[in-house]
């Protein structure tokens, strides 16, 4: 009876103090929930259970239909904990070993006879990471293609993350069992673990709980992350899953069910460098050891990682580019922690104020590019991803509390200047330079092919947000549209042959031939454009 109280007066002691973390959880998140910078789902377990579990945002922007705690989000590179965990377990039954040399499995691969399964799962194999989706088509094609480029270093000298690497385990897990490498996961794990809402393909569920990706979402307007034509990218990345069904993956960890104890020491032990075990990033901060992986790609973004030492388990999924979910997790960590942290205030700034913002900042080495879309200033510098800007005021933004963004006006009034301080003490100031961006094409359809310099698009002077060429001449090829000849900014064809996104897929000139060019940039977010014949 004693035993049977005092089990009751912990948890009546516990109780409040979950209640209460939960309670700054989800002001923490309705803040940035608020501020329309996170849509997705966080989950956060301690021993096992759920003490906090909410979601946020839209899993159907257009429709405005709200994510769920049942939301299904691609999880992209934390299915490499899968891959691993599988060619783990066929080692334990004897089917292989992960001292295999590569060359058993590709008697031809150059230098396969030093290269380890061991060092495919570490990333300490010397296999450059070079996935294009083009290449990716089927295990012949990709197997040529990636051996015939050079190492990066010798195997197991250095480390350097590799999806190709990973692409090679879900070969050799389909040459090992028999069977294709989707099949083998969902018989060594998805099955066992009751992982229902776990799987590939994800282009085709029908589920109504599937939250599509952006790569802009705001309650008023969005518009779709590029969606892969195949599974892309395979064992590196393809699968999908919900908080909960990694929740059971976690406990699989702890309680042995797929994998041996010593096996996944194994696993979670630093294979060369000090971050990356088996398939695991493992990482030590305050003496406590964190496993898991990180997930990204377009549209999505996952973290799922264990605290060993207090088994605390925290997922965050997420459906748009745009979420602050690097931010956020730290914050999440202190809370549990009772460490400070800082909810950001939620400012209002006048929608004319914002616009004054827009233009692009030179700063002589790069470039700061600003864009306002429904109320949310987008910040890009040349090369770079972009990024939504937090408010503290009408000129004063910021990434988080150690990355700011200060604009000056000048002394007529007007925003002239931007100065962005980096988190690690490095200062930029831009002075504007221009309003419009300078589109161009690109391609082996171009007379500068893709190793090239863009052709620039001429601007409409009644229209700054039309681009055109007419009566251009075009080569049988592909091209797409990119700004001032930058990478970090190009757009193509989603899978759809339609809509277009961000890095998509090239668009396709049938034949050589004189055509005419649109760009239409008014909406920034949702880009229109004309490739067609001149009519002569």
Request: glycine share 8%; with cysteine; proline share 5%.
């Amino acid at each position: 009876m004693r035993t049977i109280l005092a089990c009751l007066i912990i948890l009546l002691a516990a109780h409040p103090l979950f209640s209460q973390k939960a309670k700054q959880l989800d002001q923490l998140l309705g803040a940035y929930d608020k501020a329309d910078q996170f849509s997705g789902t966080v989950l956060v377990a301690e021993k096992g259970k759920i003490i906090f579990e909410k979601s946020y945002g839209y899993r159907n922007g257009p429709k405005k239909e709200k994510n769920t705690n049942n939301s299904l989000y691609r999880i992209f590179s934390t299915t490499k904990m899968f891959t691993a965990t599988v060619i783990l377990k066929l080692e334990e039954e004897g089917k292989l070993s992960i001292n295999d040399k590569l060359s058993k499995y590709y008697p031809n691969f150059p230098k396969g006879d030093s290269i380890t399964i061991a060092n495919l799962l570490s990333h300490t194999s010397g296999i450059p990471n070079d996935t294009d989706s083009e290449n990716t088509i089927n295990e012949e094609t990709f197997m040529k293609f990636i051996a015939a480029k050079p190492l990066n270093f010798s195997p197991g000298k250095q480390w350097d993350y590799s999806n190709s690497g990973y692409y090679i385990l879900g070969y050799i897990i389909k040459k090992v069992t028999g069977t294709d490498y989707e099949k083998a996961i969902d018989s060594y794990i998805l099955k066992p673990l009751q992982m229902n809402h776990t799987g590939f393909n994800f282009n085709t569920v029908t589920d109504t709980n599937k939250a599509f990706g952006y790569e802009f979402l705001s309650p008023n307007t969005s518009n779709e992350a590029l969606r892969f034509k195949t599974d892309h990218p395979f064992a590196a990345g393809a699968m999908y899953s919900t908080v909960e069904d990694l929740l059971k993956f976690n406990e699989s960890f702890k309680n042995n069910s797929i994998l041996k104890k010593e096996t996944i020491e194994k696993m979670f032990t630093p294979y060369l460098n000090d971050h990356y075990g088996l398939g695991s990033n493992v990482t030590l901060a305050d003496g406590k050891k964190r496993v898991g992986h990180d997930g990204g790609g377009p549209g999505y973004r996952s973290r799922y990682y264990r605290i060993l030492e207090d088994d605390i388990c925290l997922i965050v999924m997420s459906n748009s580019d745009l979420s602050y979910t690097d931010t956020i997790i730290p914050k999440i960590e202190n809370i549990l922690y009772n460490k400070p942290y800082k909810i950001p205030t939620i400012v209002k700034i006048n929608p004319q104020q914002l616009k004054n913002l827009e233009g692009i900042y030179s700063t002589g080495a790069t470039d700061f590019y600003v864009t306002v879309v429904d109320g949310q200033v987008l910040f890009r510098e040349k090369g770079y991803p972009v990024c939504s800007l937090f408010p503290v005021s009408n000129t004063l933004f910021q990434f988080d509390e150690n990355i700011t963004f200060t604009f000056k006006p000048d002394e007529t009034g007007k925003i002239n200047s931007l100065t962005v301080k980096f988190r690690d003490g490095n200062v930029k100031t831009g002075t504007r330079k221009a309003s419009n961006y300078l589109w161009g094409i690109i391609g082996n359809a171009t007379p500068g092919g893709w190793d090239g310099k863009d052709t620039p698009l001429q601007v409409d002077q009644k229209n700054p947000t039309l681009y055109f060429l007419k009566n251009f001449h075009l080569k049988k090829g592909n091209l797409k549209f990119r700004v001032d000849n930058d990478w970090g900014y190009n757009l193509g064809l989603n899978n759809d042959g339609k809509t277009i996104a961000l890095n998509a897929y090239d668009f396709p000139i049938a034949e050589d031939g004189q055509y005419d060019i649109v760009l239409d940039m008014s909406d920034p977010i949702k880009p229109q454009y004309s490739i067609k014949k001149s009519v002569l």
